[in-house]
């Protein structure tokens, strides 16, 4: 079974591997053609690009992948990649946009017309990104889903597939940076932030205190502490993003300074 397992995580591996360099390639090839019909895409954006797919490929090969596997401080250090600083990394380049840029424009209506469905709202509102994103974190770790996850290559992939499609759904809820579905208060999305890192920290202490069945203690204490330290310059980014458009929202404009002057 054990063999089989192993056979499993490398044929998932390989395919991940293949989807990732495709989408590494694709991206500046579609920010170059663009740019020909559109103003300039800007450099720094592949630049995210490629760092949030380098994050995501750590996380399925190499030597922290392997570490994880067998050791619950590495899947942490895994978990904080791909549920959290890839997805900061990816919103920021601002693949919808860019994806719409790139299509014809009947397909990019179409495209548009599903971002802004019922369905597409809903999914994205932040109260829903904060539970598929925190709710799925608790039910990992505090059922028996973390040790089924390293006994089926199936249930490993999907675990890893809403860690970062919720962490995805998440940050693009709290900062708007690419195309969105929803122009949200500050004061709403600043809240659910806070319910957000709150609850991340307690499920941290929860497993330090008590690790997931199977971890031993010693990698329990270490792996929780990844967890509640570990996201902290991720969590101030979005604070950061999050305050600054706030501000530029609210700010006078200079014109309207000069008239009151």
Known sequence: ????????????????????FLAFLFYPLAAALTSLKFRPWPLYRCFLWGFGIFSIALVITGPLAEFAQG????HMWTHLLLGMLAPL??????PMKLLLRSLPVPLARKVSWLLKSKPFQLLSNPITALILNIGGLYVLYLTSLFEWMHQSSIVYLIVHLHVFLAGYLFTASIIYIDITAHRLSFLFRSIILIVSLAAHKILAKRIYADPPAGVPGDQGEVGGQVMYYGGDFVELVLIIILCYQWYKATAPRKSESVEEG
Do not use: K, T, W
């Open 71 to 74: 050791n619950f401080v590495g």
């Open 1 to 20: 079974m054990e063999h089989d397992m192993q056979q499993g995580m490398d044929s998932l591996e390989a395919m991940v591997i293949v989807v990732l």
């Open 89 to 94: 990394l990816l919103v920021l380049a601002m």
